[in-house]
């Protein structure tokens, strides 16, 4: 602790006492200044939200608990109500009672005076901490920083010089104002206009009330209404009613009780017309959530930042503010111990606490825009999100396993994506359908389980027609959580379960993209194929399945590639994005995608590529000979991956020396093409590290070649240019990325799967053996049977009918490659491999869509043609039998990105 240092934090709320908390550990002296003064009891004039329910999530006690340990004991003690949430509180949602379950939760019920209270009193102890009566006028420095504080006090108007002034002044603060007048920038702010309207009254307890359990919590349903009821301290309960975009409740009896009465569970109406009661009802009105954040890191000021409400107000109908304002406490206290009260503390504070904000933004904005009357920006992620929560929600009334999770992320103590961890969007998949699909449950505990009378959706649906689309997540019953008993996914499973279309559908898109589906995925699309051209899957998702609708989304610029990034990596921000997914003009549409790959197209030649021939012989001739010499040997391991690698290498301009690295970067980008949501932790971090380190290698290599250009690729695209217009540093780098990863991983994939088929069909290796000429357009045909690429996504860019369904503009589908090139009425016997089905000119086969078509064919395609040609040669000269060693080699987990992951093999020499 620094004994020189002084800090301010402006207000005594949750927010203010848990900052000064965590500040007097690294600061000699912290003042906290608050406007209605430390004599006040009970309900404080500058928090008329305090006559409301407050509820502190678990993931914001435990913060409080490290902070102030024993916090939860003196609480309790002092007339608190402690419970298990689900196993003695009821959640509503969607009209349905979650599913009780062992959540691990502590609800910890109190009133805000009670919980303020007892913070002040615990942080007046600390000797470093002084709580004095003032309200802040404004702040002194320059845009740099702040220096001092301006507050008004007992004394008239002080100046406290200052090390750092903590604003935590709540939804009302001055903050914005302040900067301005020192010259410097104000953080950006984001506003969801929600006109939220509460009522709220106490009543005496009666005992036996809900069947014993502490608490009931309806979640606002379709008309926008919601309440909840709390036993607090003094034996009461404390009930909140509440109404969005203007539809308030009353404070009159009657018409609060009539109010009640609307709410989706009937449990709030039985409790207050039964109970007697306190008081009057009493109103407060919340506009608008709002959440403040700095662009660009440089603007932030030294000396000062925002915490609690006042960086972040959220709509108090989810419970979160007091939790992320710990969360942010949290937040602060790490970065004080790891770099200390620093001139950017502030800036790294925002770092650190975005974290916590984007998850808990993330989750009450998405359901504050389910409601249609509140205006804000819907995008693809939020539609998304939005569709799957309401079958979350269904789940959760029958499945005690996912309403376990939704509580912990709803409590803020686990992260969203844990609802879209593989065996549990199993289990919302599956379970999660109309609710008159949904079977009933054995009550684990005291109360009725579902509500009578109507029971409205949360979360409005969707019409068809505006649902976004996503790729469909992997389902991985091997990967439970250890609470988690395997989810059984046979077809009856799925006939009960789910309603909405045939249970054959449903398990075939189960199994697609499951990690079942990675040896065989052809099955499954074959089913959905038979069963319809156009799928839904419960998630919202639209699947296409037959060629000539496939084939059409993917020649014409009515459907766009641009929008992948957002259905398919929505973890990646738009400011990120240049760094964690570098795309080049794989993802971008006209006028864009014409600029950028006619540069790119200047660079890598038609020539350039005839030119690689005499080397992809003589590298392929050298790799066969050495597994020959082996005998036994993996496929994958000795000839599929070192041939496009080493090729990629040198045509770009890598040198040996950094071949592993760069192959284990190709990898792990492969890999992260899957939907963020399927992805382990692991995964999505090794992404990020593999592109950043992509972007750092490829950079230094490209300041390398304009000092001395090298006859290479790298070399030529820095210095291609098309009447004047060149490529930027970044379009060159992501450019280099995706030729190095499409040319290494994608030919890799076609090399062992092609591989693996002919050896699988030697009927087909005979025939090459007696018509050699075959050999050139034969790898066509093993690309159309094994598409490296399985499934892409397209959205519309225009209203568009297709396969009987009408797409507005924004709305995607995923095209299924797989399932298209195998389509019986695109290809005579389209399942088995015919080497001759692409030789003959005058009676071509239809194109595969293994390279895909119109603007964003593969502009590889003739290189990754060529290795596979040269191979074929080779293997048939050279070798006289190639056998698989097992009927089941291994396969990668990826979806999008197919291929083995090995493949024991016998090579005979002729």
């Known amino acids: 602790m620094n004994g020189a240092r002084h800090a301010v934090v402006l207000g005594a709320g949750v927010a203010g006492l848990l900052a000064a908390r965590v500040l007097a550990d690294h600061f000699a002296r912290v003042t906290v200044f608050e406007r209605d003064g430390f004599d006040v009891e009970g309900m404080r004039k500058g928090v008329p939200q305090a006559r409301h329910l407050h509820g502190l999530l678990d993931g914001g006690r435990t913060v409080i608990e490290e902070l102030l340990p024993g916090f939860t004991d003196e609480m309790t003690a002092r007339g608190a109500t402690r419970a298990e949430a689900l196993v003695a509180t009821r959640w509503y949602v969607g009209g ?158 009657d018409g609060f009780t009539r109010f009640a009465a609307s709410l989706a569970a009937p449990d709030i109406l039985d409790l207050i017309t039964r109970s007697e009661p306190v008081g009057d009802a009493v109103p407060h009105r919340f506009r608008a959530p709002v959440r403040r954040a700095y662009r660009r890191r440089a603007a932030v000021p030294h000396g000062f930042l925002l915490l609690g409400d006042a960086l972040c107000s959220f709509n108090p109908l989810y419970a979160q503010g007091m939790a992320v304002a710990a969360q942010q406490a949290a937040a602060l206290r790490a970065c004080l111990r790891s770099g200390g009260p620093t001139p950017d503390l502030p800036a790294r504070f925002y770092a650190a606490a975005d974290k916590a904000l984007d998850v808990a933004w993330q989750l009450s904005a998405g359901a504050d825009l389910a409601h249609p009357g509140v205006v804000g920006p819907r995008t693809v992620r939020t539609r998304l999100t939005n569709a799957y929560v309401a079958r979350v929600h269904r789940a959760a009334h029958v499945d005690p396993h996912v309403s376990r999770t939704f509580l912990r992320v709803a409590n803020l103590v686990e992260p969203p994506t844990a609802l879209l961890h593989p065996a549990m969007a199993g289990r919302v998949l599956l379970r999660g359908g109309t609710r008159a699909a949904a079977p009933n449950i054995r009550p684990t505990g005291p109360g009725p389980l579902r509500a009578s009378g109507p029971s409205p959706d949360p979360r409005p649906s969707i019409p068809s027609h505006r649902r976004p689309i996503s790729t469909t997540g992997s389902i991985d019953r ?33 199994q697609l993209f499951g990690p079942e589906g990675r040896p065989d995925p052809y099955r499954p699309a074959r089913v959905l194929r038979e069963a319809g051209r156009l799928h839904q899957t419960p998630l919202g998702h639209y699947v296409l399945t037959r060629y000539e609708d496939c084939a059409a989304v993917l020649s014409t610029t009515a459907w766009s590639h641009a929008e992948e990034a957002a259905m398919m990596h929505p973890t990646v921000s738009p400011e990120d994005a240049p760094e964690e997914l570098p795309t080049s003009f794989l993802w971008m549409e006209p006028p864009d995608h014409t600029r950028l790959r006619n540069l790119v197209t200047k660079g890598f030649t038609p020539r350039m590529v005839t030119r690689l021939r005499p080397r992809i012989q003589e590298l392929t001739e050298q790799l066969v000979d050495k597994a020959m010499e082996a005998g036994e040997f993996d496929l994958v391991e000795m000839i599929a991956y070192p041939l496009p690698l080493i ?53 230094e290599l490209l300041n390398q070649r304009r000092r001395d250009p090298k006859d290479d690729l790298l070399s030529a695209l820095s210095q291609v240019e098309d009447r004047g217009d060149v490529l930027t540093e970044q379009e060159l780098l992501a450019t280099c990325i995706t030729t190095f990863v499409a040319g290494h991983e994608t030919t890799a994939n076609l090399i062992g799967t092609g591989s693996l088929q002919l050896m699988r069909n030697p009927e087909a290796i005979d025939t090459l053996r007696k018509r050699p000429e075959l050999v050139a357009s034969a790898p066509d045909e093993l690309l159309r049977l094994e598409p490296s690429v399985q499934i892409t996504t397209r959205a519309a860019t225009r209203p568009i009918t297709l396969a009987g369904h009408d797409f507005e503009p924004g709305e995607g589908v995923v095209v299924l490659i797989n399932s298209a090139n195998r389509d019986d009425a695109a290809y005579a016997d389209a399942d088995r491999i015919d080497v001759a089905r692409y030789a003959d000119p005058m009676n071509p086969a239809k194109k595969h869509l293994g390279f895909s078509l119109g603007i964003h064919y593969c502009l590889g395609a003739p290189l990754a043609l060529l290795e596979m040609e040269v191979l074929l040669e080779v293997l048939l000269r050279k070798v006289r039998d190639i056998e698989a060693l097992s009927d089941t080699p291994p396969y990668k987990p990826n979806v999008v990105i197919r291929g083995l992951a090995a493949l024991p093999t016998r090579f005979t020499a002729v």
């Open 478 to 510: 091997r990967r439970c959580s250890a609470q988690e008993e395997p989810l059984d996914m046979d077809s009856s499973t799925a006939g009960t379960a789910v309603a909405e279309q045939d249970s054959a559908v449903q398990t075939a898109l189960i």
């Open 647 to 699: 090729i990629a290498c040198e045509l770009i301009g890598v040198p040996p020396e950094a071949y592993d690295q760069v192959h284990q970067w190709s990898q792990d980008l492969a890999r992260g093409f899957d939907h963020d949501y399927t992805l382990p932790a692991e995964a999505l971090k090794a992404r990020s590290a593999a592109s950043r380190g992509f972007m750092g290698y490829f950079r």
């Open 96 to 253: 349905l009672r979650a599913a009780p379950a062992a959540t691990g939760l502590t609800s910890l019920i109190a009133t805000r005076p009670l919980l303020e209270s007892l913070l002040r009193e615990r942080i007046s102890r600390l000797s470093q901490v002084r709580l004095v009566a003032g309200t802040a006028r404004g702040l002194i420095g320059d845009r740099h920083g702040v220096r001092a504080v301006s507050v008004t006090g007992d004394s008239g108007v002080e100046t406290h010089a200052t090390d750092l002034v903590v604003d935590a002044t709540g939804r009302g603060t001055r903050a914005p104002v302040w900067l301005t007048a020192l010259g410097a920038e104000p953080p950006a702010e984001q506003r969801l206009e929600v006109d939220l309207g509460y009522s709220s009254r106490f009543y005496r307890r009666l005992e036996g009330q809900l069947d014993g359990h502490a608490s009931v919590i309806i979640s606002t349903g379709a008309n926008g209404r919601g309440g909840g009821a709390v036993r607090v301290e003094d034996d009461r309960w404390h009930v909140t009613l509440a109404g969005i975009l203007g539809d308030h409740p009353p404070t009159d009896p």
